[in-house]
Structures are given as structure tokens and as C-alpha cells.
């Protein structure tokens, strides 16, 4: 690299402290390298061997990146990471790192850090010394104990404490509606990654998976305005989480719409979550294949409620959160009608007829290897004609989505085309959903809603069609999740 080429912190790519992170590129990995160093250090004494590698690793981006940006900048903001004024894009799978981040800098009240010049072995021991290894969580005596040890590093105070706008209070909201959804889906991907989880760490996902949904529960009770946009996140590579997490949220949203309490929205959701973890153990090949199954397949899959209610049955403690978790395992294909599998006379539990409608709606809408994705009010339609599915409930899934249900692309009488991004409600709201226009670039220009009109009573914009967004190479969930501000 030539002297005027000069590497930004763009180029940085680093390989982060921990052997289950490889190489990370650009200002993520300022993010990694100080994970993996504070994690490591809150487990291991300073001698240990393991800080061998992320103090090896921090010394290697102080020496980079200083030099070149003058001086390393890591903040948090309103549950979001910046790197020198640079907004961390994250994905689903630094949501649960991020989290860990922001719980250590509240606990100690940090807002962040700077470091100014490069740092060796022995200056990043001294920083640990004094902010790691000690019981002190005041800042102030956290930040005279840095300076004492002169060394080029400064503890920030927390930004954004002043009174917030309500746009801004708007975004912060979503953000962490994004933000718990994600830790779900990097939780349950943990819990079903091997067929032989210890019991101890099951038993700690478990708790503390149950404690996502019941933040969810808390999101939609606040503000079921924001709560349903990540249902329309769909991921075709990690179906099996996306799906658990996205089926959780419709069947909160439309359980709060029936009234249910918040004790009977967490365990509905628990249920939902795991209403399919037992087809973790169908092959990979039955999962993907393109061609209709045969016998012997569908035979198989056929088999997951039952798989599923026997992963149930392995936890510790019994109770009625367990139990309704059960049902629903077991019945989530089983429609009012009597038709569906395992057979069984009674007819499906409250509980289940939710998760069903939930389940299958988000499987219509989501590509799969033997079919593409229905379009979000096409997917509706479909269910609104199918008799199998409890009638009064599928009023009610269709007055919480909306006849445009987020994600759904459509083209005004203008010609302007948008994806929804709130479109349940009653009334008005119904069929006048909230858009954000699409430029002919594909980016978000801005934001409509549909139900405002003018002096004489007329609504100002309407809608003429919906549109396939493959034709326009337009995805929804990404334009929903990027105005959240987060990554793909």
C-alpha cells in the first residue's frame, strides 16, 4: 500500500480475541476486539492465558487504526454503536454482543471510550486493572483510575440524556423493537444448534429466552404501532429462527387484540416459539427439498409435533406455562375443522388456533425452496377463504395486519410505489395503511400515511394495486429493518 493510499478504518479487518469469531471487517471490528476483551477479562484472572489473544488484538487496532484516524472512538447511543461518528450496521447475530456492550457500559455508567494513541501489552493490562478488575462501578472513580494509569485511553459519559424529539423517540423505539427481536432469533439459534445442549446451558437459554418474549409481550402492550414491523423480517438461509420468532410476534399481536392478559401473552408466545422445534431433527435434505415429498417424507415431517412436545417434555420444572407450551406443540396442525395432524377428537386449544394461523401465515410469506413467497394480502386472502381456520380469528388476525399487511408493495394512483410499513387497525386504518416510498434507485424516500386527507374530506393518496417486489427488486424486510436502523 502506497502513501497515498492510506487505509481508513473502512479497510480495518481484524481477527477478534475469541476462536468462534473470525476475521471482522471495518468498524465492526473495533466492536468484536473490545467484546471479546471485556468478556474474556470478567471470566479469567489477568495472568490467564486466554487474554493472551484479545489483548493481542486490541493492541493490533489501537496500532492501525490511531495512526490513520487519529484517534479510535467506540459510543453508545440510544441502543446503537458508533465508531468514530460511524453507525454500526449490525446483524442478527452481533445483536446478542451489542446487548452484553450496552449492559456493561450502564451498569458502570459509560457512554462509551476514545483512545488517542496505540497501545501495548502492558497499557491494555493497566486498563483492565483499573476498569475490569474491580468492584468499583461509579464513573467518576472509574474514570480517575484510568487517567492514573496514563495510558492514551477516555471514558465518556453517556450521550443523548437531554429531552428527545418524538421522531427521535419514534426511532429509538423501533431500534429496540429490532433489537429484541434479533437477541430471540440469536437465542433460539443457540438453544437448537446441537442435538446435545447441556442442561445447564439449556435450562440458562430457556430463561432467558422467556424473558425476550415477555420484553416483546411489554413492546406490543406500549406500542403494537412499531411491534408488528419485524414480523415482516424473513431470512430463507436461518427459516427455522426467523420463523419461531416472527410466528411469537403475530401471535402477541393478535392475542392482545382478543384481550389476553400479559401472563397468557408470554406463555402463548413461549409456545409459539417452540411450537416447530421438533423439526430440528428432520434431515436437511427432507427440510429443502424442491420437489413434493414423498410418502416416506411427509410421513417424517408429520412426526415434529410429536418431537416437539417431547423436547418440551425435558425441562426441569412442570408447570403451566409448560403445559400450554405442549398444546400448542402438539396441535398447531390440527384446524377447527377436525382436520389436520396428529388426530385427535377435542377441539385445538385457544393457544394452538393462534399459533396456526400465525404459523402459516409467516410460512405463506416467506420463500422456501419449493415455492416463492405470497405476497402479504394475497397470503391473507388465501387464509380469509380457508374454512379450515377458526372464522372469528381470522377476523380479527385480518383487523391487527390490515388488508395491506406490512411488507405488502404497492403502487399508488400517482404512480409512487411504497411498502407498508403499519397497516392493521380498525376503520380507516384498515385499507389506508402507512407506506414509505420507494425512489427508482430501490432506497426508502420517505414516509406517507394513507389515511390523512384534505380540507374537503378526500384522502390525498390511494392505492391502485399491490405489486410482486421482485419485479422491482424491492425487499420488504430490508427496507422495514433499514428504517429501524439496523443491518440485514
Known amino acids: 500500500m502506497t502513501e497515498t493510499q492510506k487505509m481508513n478504518i473502512d479497510d480495518l479487518s481484524l ?25 474474556t477479562a470478567m471470566i479469567h484472572a489477568i495472568d490467564n492465558q486466554a487474554l493472551q489473544k484479545p489483548i493481542a488484538s486490541m493492541v493490533e487496532m489501537t496500532e492501525t487504526l490511531v495512526p490513520r484516524e487519529g484517534r479510535v472512538s467506540f459510543q453508545a447511543k440510544d441502543k446503537s454503536l458508533f465508531v468514530n461518528g460511524t453507525k454500526l450496521r449490525l446483524s442478527t447475530d452481533e445483536y446478542e454482543l451489542a446487548r452484553e456492550i450496552f449492559e ?13 494513541g496505540g497501545m501495548d501489552a502492558a497499557a491494555v493490562r493497566a486498563l483492565l486493572s483499573a476498569l475490569i478488575y474491580t468492584n468499583e462501578r461509579e464513573f467518576g472513580k472509574l474514570e480517575a483510575a484510568v487517567k492514573a494509569a496514563g495510558i492514551p485511553f477516555r471514558l465518556n459519559k453517556p450521550m443523548g440524556t437531554g429531552k428527545k424529539s418524538k421522531a427521535e423517540i419514534t426511532l429509538e423505539r423501533r431500534s429496540y423493537t429490532f433489537f429484541t427481536y434479533s437477541k430471540l432469533i440469536v437465542l433460539y439459534r443457540s438453544l437448537v444448534a446441537s442435538a446435545t445442549v447441556p442442561n445447564a446451558q ?3 437459554l430457556m430463561k432467558k429466552i422467556a424473558r425476550t418474549v415477555q420484553a416483546l409481550v411489554d413492546i406490543c402492550l406500549e406500542d403494537d404501532h412499531t411491534f408488528l414491523t419485524v414480523s415482516a423480517v424473513k431470512s430463507g438461509e436461518a427459516y427455522a429462527a426467523h420463523h419461531a420468532a416472527n410466528v411469537a410476534i403475530l401471535a402477541i399481536a393478535l392475542g392482545e387484540k382478543l384481550g389476553l392478559s400479559k401472563v397468557e401473552l408470554a406463555d402463548l408466545a413461549m409456545g409459539a416459539v417452540f411450537h416447530d422445534v421438533g423439526l430440528q431433527n428432520c434431515p436437511a435434505d427432507v427440510m429443502l427439498k424442491s420437489n413434493p415429498l414423498s410418502p416416506d417424507d411427509r410421513a417424517l415431517v408429520e412426526q415434529h409435533p410429536m418431537r416437539s412436545v417431547e423436547y418440551l417434555l425435558q425441562q426441569k420444572v412442570f408447570n403451566k406455562s409448560l403445559l400450554s407450551q405442549i398444546v400448542v406443540a402438539f396441535e398447531h396442525h390440527r384446524y377447527s375443522d377436525g382436520s389436520g395432524y396428529p388426530a385427535a377428537s377435542r377441539k385445538p386449544d385457544i ?15 416467506t420463500q422456501r425452496p419449493w415455492r416463492n413467497a405470497f405476497m402479504p394480502d394475497e397470503a391473507l386472502g388465501m387464509m380469509t377463504r380457508d ?11 385480518v383487523n391487527t395486519l390490515g388488508l395491506y399487511p406490512i411488507g ?4 399508488l394512483h400517482s404512480g409512487e410505489i411504497g411498502v407498508v410499513i403499519y397497516g392493521g387497525g380498525e376503520g380507516e386504518r384498515l385499507n389506508h395503511p402507512i407506506i414509505t416510498l420507494i425512489g427508482s434507485d430501490g432506497s426508502a424516500t420517505g414516509t406517507l400515511d394513507l389515511a ?37
Request: proline share 4%.
Open 15 to 39: 481477527h477478534a480475541g475469541g476462536d468462534d469469531i473470525a476475521a471482522v471487517k471495518g468498524p465492526n471490528a473495533v466492536m468484536h476486539t473490545w467484546f471479546q476483551l471485556f468478556r
Open 104 to 116: 456493561f457500559f450502564e451498569e458502570r455508567g459509560i457512554g462509551g471510550f476514545s483512545i488517542d
Open 202 to 204: 439449556r435450562t440458562f
Open 351 to 365: 393457544f394452538s388456533r393462534i399459533v396456526t394461523i400465525s404459523d402459516v401465515y409467516d410460512a405463506l410469506t
Open 452 to 488: 390523512e386527507q384534505t380540507a374537503d374530506g378526500r384522502y390525498r393518496w390511494s392505492i391502485a394495486m399491490t405489486e410482486d417486489p421482485a419485479k422491482y427488486g424491492i425487499q420488504p424486510s430490508g427496507i422495514i429493518a433499514a428504517s429501524a436502523g439496523v443491518g440485514d
Open 387 to 397: 374454512k379450515r381456520f377458526d372464522p372469528a380469528l381470522m377476523k380479527v388476525f
Open 408 to 411: 405488502t408493495v404497492v403502487r
